[in-house]
């Protein structure tokens, strides 16, 4: 027998030794590019790129030898860098028609969802993960020719009759939020909700059952007062052991001072928002101590913070008349979509938002403490990340069914108040890719531009290092070692 093993290993070898530099499947390549790498943020220059099958088979010097029947992009001059992974999306809310209008207009519904996901990819998001999703808006998004690769949640944890549970009457909340927690504190119970069925344990298991690769829960007792229940310390504590126990990363939607110091204690991986709720501080104009001790305290337990500022931003830009008007926004909204929302009837949810505030205000002030609360909000991301903080990408597109919280578009403008907050350019990239990937425990297959990694990349006429407007200068999006145009992403 030993005789019969030895030349079939050495054949072995010797097949390797022989084979190709590259395997003939290759599909693209992509030359003489710079290749930029969010770990470290340092640049190849003069590479080629080649992908085969949809993921990277190898990284040279640049030659001018070609496989023949590769397509061939062009890198001279331009800068490639790996598709960019948007942290919190959700792929079921439209952003701009109320649920009534959604109902009365299905055909621009439907525009709208059809496009969705080519606007996430016209900004350069080949990835989008849920945070609160039903598998019906998962398998829309996932119908369309082309869409970023997504993955989600599943079902976000809601407490009955908690945020955000409580905006959908209650006849129709368990199909609305299926992954509602029983909560022992309150006489009236959802019907449909029981302790039996209702357990975290039951729910982190639907999670991920349904194939979900995150748990997020929500602690968020009312966005000026302190109106709606939130968990206790118990639950949040048997939330955060179901989630270890079936290994899957935690976050806990949180904004304010007290619900983010509840998201340390029960030990998130990750707060879903920025600290921009100062509560008791909200008058003060620089970071207090009392937060600086949270944010220290975020960062001694490698609690990741997702900043989302536009989750603020957007609420102001409702009132920012020239919005609508900007040119990106028509590249990423149908045109039919748009009008609609340009006319009277658009400003609903600016119209109910003023509604909330006090009469003696006008818009002014509202902006201004809009504005207010945004840099309180960077204040604190700043804070966080000049002291080592592992700041996460997530966008919240669109964190209500607001019209200025747009597919892409919000993305885009997030790494941008990043920049403004005063991240460095290296690390806004490094963030929306290697961080990403790594703390969704996708850095196997998503977040740099490597050997074996999938092929979902971008290729830019500016570099992301020196400028932020890069990510609007995207010239081809390459997804699974498909060659996308930008231009044939734009909405129609
Ligand atoms: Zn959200």
């Known amino acids: 027998m030993r005789y019969f093993v030895k030349p079939i290993i050495l054949v072995f070898f010797l097949l390797t030794a022989c084979a190709p530099a590259e395997p003939d499947t290759v599909s693209l390549m992509i030359v003489n590019v710079s290749v930029i790498n969010p770990v470290d943020g340092k640049t190849l220059r003069n590479k080629d790129v080649i992908i085969s099958a949809g993921k990277i088979s190898a990284i040279r010097p640049h030659s001018v030898k070609y496989t023949p029947d590769a397509t061939i992009l062009d890198g001279t001059g331009k800068f490639l860098v790996p598709g960019l992974i948007d942290g919190h ?49 998962f398998d829309r998004f996932e119908k369309e020719e082309i869409h970023p690769d997504l993955f989600n949640c599943g079902q976000a944890l809601i407490l009955e009759d908690g945020y955000p549970a409580i905006f959908v009457p209650r006849e129709v909340r368990q199909y609305v939020f299926p992954n509602q927690l029983y909560d022992p504190r309150i006489k009236n119970h959802t019907p449909g909700i029981t302790q039996k069925r209702n357990t975290v344990k039951n729910a982190v298991q639907k999670v ?44 806990i939607h949180a904004n304010s001072y007290d619900s983010t110091r509840a998201a340390v204690i029960a030990g998130a991986d990750a707060v879903a928002h920025g600290l921009w709720n100062w509560d008791q501080f909200a008058d003060e104009k620089q970071l207090p101590r009392e937060l600086m001790g949270i944010l220290d305290q975020m960062i001694a ?27 990106q926004v028509a590249t990423v909204l149908p045109p039919a979509y ?123 006429s500016k570099n992301p290092l020196e400028t932020i407007e890069a990510y609007d200068a995207i010239d081809q999006v390459i997804l699974h070692g498909q060659v996308i145009d930008r231009t044939s992403l734009k909405a129609k």
């Open 89 to 137: 999306v959700h792929t079921g809310t439209i952003a701009g028609l109320s649920f009534a209008q959604s109902e009365k207009y299905p055909e621009l519904t439907k525009a709208y969802f059809a496009q969705q996901p080519r606007s996430f990819l016209y900004f350069g998001f080949t990835t989008v993960v849920d945070l609160n999703g039903n598998q019906e808006s």
């Open 208 to 251: 991920k059952d349904q194939g979900g690769i995150c748990v997020k829960t929500f602690h968020e007792d009312g966005f000026a007062k302190s109106i709606w229940p939130v968990p206790t310390a118990e639950m949040l504590a048997r939330i955060r052991a179901e989630s270890t126990r079936q290994n899957l990363p935690l976050l």
């Open 338 to 460: 748009l009008d609609q929302l340009k006319r009277p009837q658009g400003r609903w949810y600016r119209d109910d938002l003023v509604n909330g505030y006090p009469t003696n205000m006008n818009d002014d002030d509202i902006v201004r403490r809009l504005d207010n609360v945004l840099s309180h909000g960077q204040q604190a991301q700043k804070y966080f990340y000049d002291r080592g903080g592992r700041v996460l990408f997530g966008s919240d597109t669109p964190s209500g069914p607001l019209a200025t919280n747009i597919p892409g578009y919000n993305g885009y403008l997030e790494l941008s108040r990043m920049a403004d907050t005063g991240l460095s350019l290296p690390d806004i990239l490094k963030s929306a890719t290697i961080t990403n990937a790594r703390f969704f425990g996708l850095d196997k297959q998503y977040g740099t531009v490597e050997v074996g990694k999938l092929a979902n990349l971008l290729l830019m």
């Open 301 to 327: 337990r490698n609690v990741a913070q997702m900043g989302s500022l536009q989750t603020i931003a957007g609420l102001r830009d409702l009132f920012d008349d020239s919005y609508l008007n900007r040119p």
